[in-house]
């Protein structure tokens, strides 16, 4: 492993080598409905709670990445993961059974990628087997940070929605795969959004910070990805992202960028806004569908940028502002 500015590069990169991402009803009427592992229709999973709903999809994408890589859970060494429930619940019920140790995340929407940085990390250091993943559900999100469902409260055009989905990857050494090159852990930014049905403005700084940041530790260009990639920023804040890369660094990446929140829905038949959030966003969308594109050799180099915001139910009734962060995972085969 070598460390060049806030990137860390490894020597012998890390391999994903089975993933799986799944989604419910919404997710599944969108333009990516063929490429997840699973869809849903009926989005409580035969739970008693959103919530439980979250963690029985969660463990099933576990699961199905562990099926795919042909590895059984006394295999693996350490499972990541977190969701944006309080206290990380949604993951906690998701493994509780599995006996594997845990490492718990917290990200916000940005928990795909913190998950699959830390767990490259631990292979590069020794770990034989690691499973990254991470959850969201429409239901139980949106009635932690903003209203009871009832309430039927009309969103602006900056909101975006929740996606009901999960994604999961075992991460091993020395074998075939998508490799993870390098990894990007991204610092704390803040620039005053207020708004909590506008993220992509909160997210966009993060974004914008991470992305300049990794091509200048790795003497790189937008051009040569075949795809920048971020996690749920929606349509609003990836102009503002465009906005601030020209502005503050005159870089131009629209050639090359796509958002996993802009990707999952059809922003104008699906009726989600400024398109799709949540961690199980940017999880779903990698874990099925870029990564199928990279194992088809259709997509060979990506850097995933997922962003979080770092805002609590707490937070927002004391009149916080909401800190944003971005993790970045540069991916190749």
Known sequence: MNIKG?????DNPPVIVGSAGV?????????????????????TM???????AESAMLHDAIIRAATKAEVSMADVNFILSGDLLNQCMGSAFA?????????????????????LSVGSMLVDAGAKCVIAGTSSHFCSSERQFRYPLEYGGQRPPTAQWTVTGAGSAVIKSNCKGVKIRAVSIGTICDLGVTDVNNMGAAMAPAAEKTIFEFLKDTNTNPSDYDLILTGDLGYTGSQLLYQLLEEEHNLDI???????????????EQDVNSGGSGCGCSASVLCSHIFKQMNQNKLKKVLFVATGALL??????????????AHAVLLEV
């Open 254 to 268: 629209r050639a090359v960028h796509n958002d996993c929140g802009l990707m999952i829905f059809n922003l104008e």
């Open 95 to 115: 493994i509780k059974d599995l006996q594997i140790p845990s490492i718990g995340l917290y990200g916000a929407c940005s928990t795909m990628a913190l998950s």
């Open 23 to 43: 989604c419910g009803k919404k997710e599944g009427e969108g333009p990516l409905a063929n490429d997840f592992d699973a869809v849903f229709e009926d989005t």
């Open 46 to 52: 035969g739970q008693q709670s959103y919530e439980l």
């Open 6 to 10: 806030k990137t860390i590069l490894f």
């Open 312 to 325: 609590s139910p707490t937070s927002v009734k004391q009149g916080n502002t909401i800190p944003s962060i």
